[in-house]
Nanobody
């Protein structure tokens, strides 16, 4: 499985961005995909995740502002980010949980910058 993240960029406070995570390879083995972020000087944190069955969970800090969604086959997962705040500025990564594997597969990061 390989992941390709895209969609980052510059937004103003209150604006919106949509991130995409495209998967390839043995995508049938993906059981969940999560979006993580890492701000300068901070630890990487889980922002939102979606399972192959469609279940979702969100960090408290983004609940009600961000929405994670997927296509039927987990080939692409979106993170719609609305009402952006400067504290959302970070490098965002997507990661897949793989059936029968202890290791997640990570995509490259995409930078999101929110100006005040």
């Amino acid at each position: 499985v390989q992941l390709q993240a895209s969609g980052g960029g510059l937004a103003q406070t209150g604006g919106s961005l949509r991130l995409s995570c495209a998967s390839s390879g043995s995508t049938f083995r993906i059981t969940a995909i999560g979006w993580y972020r890492q701000a300068p000087g901070k630890q990487r944190e889980l922002v939102a995740a979606i399972s192959s069955g469609g279940g979702t969970n969100y960090a408290h800090s983004v609940k009600g502002r961000f929405t994670i969604s997927k296509d039927n086959a987990m080939n692409i997962v979106y993170l719609q980010m609305n009402s952006l705040k400067p504290e959302d500025t970070a490098v965002y990564y997507c990661a897949a949980t793989i059936l029968d594997s202890l290791d997640n597969v990570w995509g490259q990061g995409t930078l999101v910058t929110v100006s005040s």
